[in-house]
């Protein structure tokens, strides 16, 4: 963001006026990812029209080749009616409820994946204070355009990105924690939590089915016509403390949902 933005969003005393000047940067920056992804096409395409494989451009660059094949991918064409549906490209379970054993772990998805015999990948998209969204606002008891503490990853499976995940937090709570910083936080959220005084009393979580925004179909490569799932987990002490919202953003034909019974319930 540009000191000039940053200026107008300082000089802007109502909190209204506020949140609608930084939702409408946050859509013109989400287009603009939209327009650096065909930039990044194109120079995946000059490169290899220059004889180079994508082994040769993913080590230069410092990524995979398969993660090249991605980025020079784009959006896909919809198939004609009467077409067979292409089988996905690879299929990630999300239980629900979450189990405590994966709750616990160093990494919710990471287990998940691994337990089903896939190549699991985690890669730091953000972390750092952005204004809340009202569903996650309700969930961490603050007001619409507040600001909290975002840390978003977009996780892949064989190399495929498969989900967005991004853990919100009460910026009064923990701005000022190791909660805020870059890195990811060792050896667990939950040991973090922990250590800071907080031991979980329950959760919710709310499973919905919506079109994606322009950044999380860039981002997680998707058919035009493919939809996600969204999963928000909030979490909360045995104090009611709202600790911890989990939002993951599932591409939808990539994953199966396995909903367990609630412990305790024996009727059909």
Known sequence: MDNRA????????????RLRFLN??????????????????????????????????????????ARISQMSKGPMAKAPAGTATAAPKVLVARSLPTDPAVRG?????LME???????AGRRMLYVGPEPVSEHIASCLRVEVGDEVIARRKLMTANDV???????????????????????FVLPTLQAALTSLGYAFGHAEEVLTARRP?????????????????????????TEDTPVHILETICAATR????IGQAAGVDEF
Do not use: C
């Open 161 to 183: 990105p498969v989900r967005i995940a991004t853990s919100y937090f009460r910026a009064d709570l923990f701005g000022d924690t190791r909660i805020a910083q870059p890195e």
């Open 113 to 119: 994946a691994e337990r089903q015999g896939l190549e």
């Open 105 to 109: 772990s160093k990494s919710l998805f």
């Open 24 to 65: 409408q940067l946050m859509t013109e920056y989400q287009g603009s990812l939209t327009e650096l992804a065909s930039y990044r096409r194109h120079a995946i395409a000059e490169a290899r029209d220059a004889g180079m494989t994508t082994e040769q451009i993913g080590a230069m660059v410092g990524v995979s080749h």
């Open 255 to 258: 994953h199966i949902f396995p």
């Open 213 to 237: 925004t322009t950044f999380e179909a860039e981002t997680l490569n998707l058919a035009p016509d493919e939809w996600v799932v969204q999963v928000v987990r909030a979490s909360y002490s």
């Open 6 to 17: 940053l200026a107008q969003i300082a000089a802007l005393d109502n909190p209204i006026d």
